[in-house]
Structure formats: structure tokens, C-alpha cells
């Protein structure tokens, strides 16, 4: 259960509106999610997530959108954020993400998960070699 509940006409405030109207030209769609509907209680909240989300992952960079999601779904599932590990899974699978890679993936993050437990028990000290070395 929420522990907030959302506006029930989030678009009469503004700044609700002006964030829901770059959500849906920014995506190229008339969806709104419950993401943006349930932080609608706080416009300012509002805001300022989405102007991270959307310089992270809508702004080209050095990563493709695909990677993005998917490094997306892997911190959402380390994080147990089941919301975020659905809509990125969605997200990435629109981008082209093939089962096959949904399943390397899923690899990768439960191997680094059981490893990451075991050497945050163990404390092992971290290799020299792996320390930040400067570039040429």
C-alpha cells in the first residue's frame, strides 16, 4: 500500500502540469505513469526527479539507452525496488533487450550479488592492482 495518495487531478497545479507535458514529449507518448502520478503530492519532488531521470536517461551519452535500462533493472534489483526492476525490464525490452540478454543479465546480477555478500563478510582488501592507477 502507498503511503501517500495522489492528487486526484495532479494537471491542476502548473508545475504538475509543465512536468507531466515534458514526461509525455520527452517519451513520444500520453502515458504517465504511477511513478510521476504519486510524486504529483509534491511538485517540487516532482521536479527535481524527473530533471535527474531525464539527464541521465533521455540525454545521449556515452551509453546506449538499452545499456542504460538494463543497468537500470541491475541497481533496481540489488535495491529490491520491484517497481523500478518492472518498468525498466519494459523499458529495456522496447530498446531491443532480447530474452537472451534478459537472462545474462539476470546471470550477471545474481552472480555479483552472492559473491558481493560473501566478500562484504569476509572483508577482503581490495588489490592494489584494482586501485585507481592515473592515465597516461
Given at each position: 500500500?502507498?503511503?501517500?495518495?495522489?492528487?486526484?487531478?495532479?494537471?491542476?497545479?502548473?508545475?504538475?502540469?509543465?512536468?507531466?507535458?515534458?514526461?509525455?514529449?520527452?517519451?513520444?507518448?500520453?502515458?504517465?505513469?504511477?511513478?510521476?502520478?504519486?510524486?504529483?503530492?509534491d511538485p517540487a519532488?516532482?521536479?527535481?526527479?524527473?530533471?535527474?531521470?531525464?539527464?541521465?536517461?533521455?540525454?545521449?551519452?556515452?551509453?546506449?539507452?538499452?545499456?542504460?535500462?538494463?543497468?537500470?533493472?541491475?541497481?533496481?534489483?540489488?535495491?529490491?525496488?520491484?517497481?523500478?526492476?518492472?518498468?525498466?525490464?519494459?523499458?529495456?525490452?522496447?530498446?531491443?533487450?532480447?530474452?537472451?540478454?534478459?537472462?545474462?543479465?539476470?546471470?550477471?546480477?545474481?552472480?555479483?550479488?552472492?559473491?558481493?555478500?560473501?566478500?562484504?563478510?569476509?572483508?577482503?582488501?581490495?588489490?592494489?592492482?584494482?586501485?585507481?592507477?592515473?592515465?597516461?
Amino acid at each position: 500500500m502507498a503511503t501517500v495518495a495522489p492528487p486526484a487531478d495532479p494537471e491542476a497545479d502548473p508545475r504538475v502540469k509543465a512536468v507531466f507535458d515534458d514526461i509525455r514529449a520527452t517519451r513520444g507518448t500520453d502515458f504517465i505513469n504511477n511513478v510521476w502520478r504519486y510524486l504529483a503530492f509534491d511538485p517540487a519532488l516532482l521536479e527535481s526527479v524527473w530533471a535527474d531521470i531525464k539527464a541521465v536517461m533521455a540525454t545521449p551519452s556515452a551509453l546506449d539507452p538499452k545499456t542504460k535500462e538494463m543497468l537500470y533493472v541491475a541497481v533496481s534489483i540489488a535495491n529490491g525496488c520491484d517497481y523500478c526492476t518492472h518498468s525498466h525490464t519494459a523499458a529495456a525490452r522496447t530498446k531491443g533487450m532480447t530474452d537472451a540478454e534478459h537472462a545474462d543479465l539476470l546471470r550477471v546480477v545474481g552472480t555479483a550479488s552472492r559473491l558481493n555478500a560473501l566478500l562484504n563478510g569476509l572483508h577482503v582488501p581490495v588489490d592494489p592492482a584494482f586501485e585507481r592507477a592515473p592515465r597516461p
